[in-house]
C-alpha cells in the first residue's frame, strides 16, 4: 500500500468511527506520519553525519534546502542538547 493509501485509509477510518489520527493509523497498520519536531530532529542527526564525512555546511544547506548559517546553526544547537544528556 503506498503512502498515500494509508494516510486516505486513515482519514477514512478517523471520520468514520471517531478515531483519533494515531489510533487509525495503527489500525490501518501503518506507522503515524513523523512529528514536525521528530522530523526535525532526524534531519539534524543526518545533518551532523555528513558533517563528520567531510560536507560543507553549504553543500549540506543545499541538500535540505536551507542556508549553510541554518546548518551550523542547528549542528550547533544538536551538539550542545547532547553535551547535557
Known amino acids: 500500500m503506498t ?3 494509508e494516510n486516505y ?9 471517531n478515531m483519533v489520527p494515531e ?9 503515524s506520519p513523523e512529528t514536525k519536531t521528530q522530523q526535525r530532529k532526524r534531519e539534524t ?3 551532523l553525519d ?3 564525512k ?10 535540505y ?3 549553510q548559517e541554518t546548518v551550523w546553526k542547528r549542528l550547533k544547537k544538536y551538539q550542545e ?5
Open 81 to 85: 542538547v547532547k553535551a547535557f544528556e
Open 45 to 47: 542527526a543526518e545533518m
Open 50 to 52: 555528513l558533517r563528520r
Open 9 to 17: 485509509c486513515a482519514l477514512a477510518l478517523c471520520i468514520l468511527t
Open 23 to 31: 489510533q487509525a493509523f495503527r489500525r490501518a497498520g501503518c506507522e
Open 65 to 67: 534546502g536551507v542556508r
Open 54 to 63: 567531510g560536507f560543507t555546511y553549504e553543500q549540506i544547506g543545499q541538500l
Open 3 to 5: 503512502a498515500y493509501a
